[in-house]
């Protein structure tokens, strides 16, 4: 029987909160959570990136390192990925829970909100972004619709797609 955690994963700074509530076996290392990270966010792993315990201190040989070593209910983590956006995740644990059907996860439960696209400036560049969007000049548009498309909705989420992106770390 696996001990399966479900996370909620919020990225900090934005002014509208972009998150993710995941479950996962919490016997996975922290290597491995990058990669379910990337999934739940729709990012493509171009950059570097790192984890903290809850006492601000780097986490070092994360292919060592269990989750349920660092992440309880007391003693939250910290991923950050693209050191040049650092983009900053804050990891809390909701609850655990026994399954023997360790095989449907990661699974992603609920979600707000569109992740930030790669490369889109951190918190400032993003929200930036937005506000022109959000304007709608042509020239800003015009710009901003090159980097995001045209289509771009950061309101936008979809379950279905996050899990699909998940089914492919699954054993």
């Known amino acids: ?11 900090q700074g934005l002014k509208s909160e972009v998150s993710r509530t995941f479950q996962v076996d919490s016997s996975i290392n922290l290597q491995v ?9 729709a990012w ?11 006492k601000k201190q780097d986490i070092k040989k994360e292919d060592q390192v269990n989750l349920s070593k660092v992440l309880t209910v007391s003693n ?11 983009w900053t995740i804050r990891c ?17 439960i609920e979600g707000l909100r ?8 951190g ?10 969007m959000a304007g709608k000049s042509k020239k800003d548009f015009s710009l901003i619709s090159e980097w995001y498309g045209d289509n771009y ?6 379950l279905d797609e996050v899990n699909k992106a998940l089914s492919q770390l699954r054993g």
């Not at 959570?33 to 966010?41: P, S």
């Not at 792993?45 to 809850?54: E, M």
């Not at 910290?78 to 650092?86: E, I, L, M, P």
């Not at 909705?153 to 979809?158: A, E, L, Q, V, W």
């Open 1 to 11: 029987m696996a001990k399966i955690f479900e996370i909620k994963a919020t990225l």
């Open 33 to 41: 959570l990058h990669e379910v990270f990337q999934a739940l966010f």
């Open 44 to 54: 493509e792993n171009f950059h570097l990136h790192f984890y903290q315990d809850s």
């Open 76 to 86: 939250d983590l910290t991923y950050v990925y693209d050191y040049g956006d650092s």
């Open 92 to 108: 809390k644990l909701i609850r655990s829970f026994d399954d023997s059907s360790i095989h449907k996860y990661p699974l992603c």
């Open 114 to 121: 569109k992740a930030p696209p790669e490369d889109s400036g």
């Open 123 to 132: 918190v400032t560049g993003y929200e930036m972004s937005l506000e022109l």
């Open 153 to 158: 909705n950061p309101d936008y989420f979809s």
